[in-house]
């Protein structure tokens, strides 16, 4: 599965919009963009994943670029409760395989 | 409740010791997957069943460490020979892996955190 490079660390202000980068320029054509998030002492939970289409649930909004290299998730009015580390990964769906889930990002967001 | 869950949540064992991990999936899912989370690094892989049959145990890092899935449903991580660095929070997923229709969502469980003294 491919890599993926994220910035370690983000701050956000608590009801603005959070906007996670994530580089994942080896993605081969058939690997789908995960992410998940994990709040202190609790284990990661699936927010979204997409294709090549930009993707929408009650969570989180998926965009990613044209050319699969980078994607954002955006979460549209952050709270406190989304302070968490988010985790951007690449995999094949039905791969029957592991997701690598890397270092991730620790959004903190701010009152 | 209807999730991953995991016994015990904390257990402390002295080096050397036998311990053993376990975990509850999600009635239905085929697939259970085992990682282990160091603290300030992100979860990584130790092992994968499809069904009973470990369908890739890449991640174990030594023959002190084994799973078992027997009948299907609930699995046991079992590490012999306890050390200090096997110090960790093991999780544990469950997916209802299938052809067509399905999200490769993984549900985790809360962890078990393994502490060697």
């Known amino acids: 599965d491919a890599k993926t490079t994220q910035p370690t660390s983000m701050d956000c202000a608590e009801g603005r919009a959070a906007n996670l980068p994530c580089n994942h320029s080896?993605?081969?054509?058939?690997?789908?963009v995960y992410w998940y998030r994990q709040i202190h002492s609790q284990g990661p939970q699936y927010i979204i994943h997409?294709?090549?289409n930009n993707e929408t649930n009650e969570m989180a909004s998926l965009i990613i670029t044209e050319d699969r290299k980078s994607s954002t998730l955006i979460l549209p009015h952050a709270t406190l409760r989304d302070t968490a580390v988010y985790y951007c990964i690449v995999r094949v769906l039905y791969n029957f395989n592991k997701f690598y889930f890397g270092s991730g990002t620790k959004l903190n967001v701010k009152p | 409740g209807a999730g991953v869950s995991q016994t015990p949540s904390n257990k402390v064992t002295e080096k050397g010791k036998y311990v053993e991990l376990r975990c509850d999936p999600i009635?239905?899912?085929?697939?259970l997957y085992w990682y282990r989370q160091s603290l300030g690094q992100g979860p990584e892989f130790l092992i994968y069943?499809?069904?009973?049959?470990?369908?890739?145990d890449s991640g174990l890092p030594n023959d002190r460490f084994f799973a078992v899935r027997p009948e299907g449903s609930v699995s046991t991580l079992k590490i012999q020979r306890t050390e200090r660095g096997d110090s960790a929070v093991y999780l544990c997923a469950s997916s209802l892996e299938a052809l067509g229709g399905n999200t490769g969502e993984l549900f985790f469980g809360e962890g078990s955190r393994l502490t060697v003294l």
């Open positions: 080896t993605i081969s054509g058939n690997e789908y």
């Open positions: 997409g294709l090549k």
């Open positions: 009635s239905g899912h085929t697939a």
């Open positions: 069943f499809q069904g009973t049959g470990a369908a890739d």
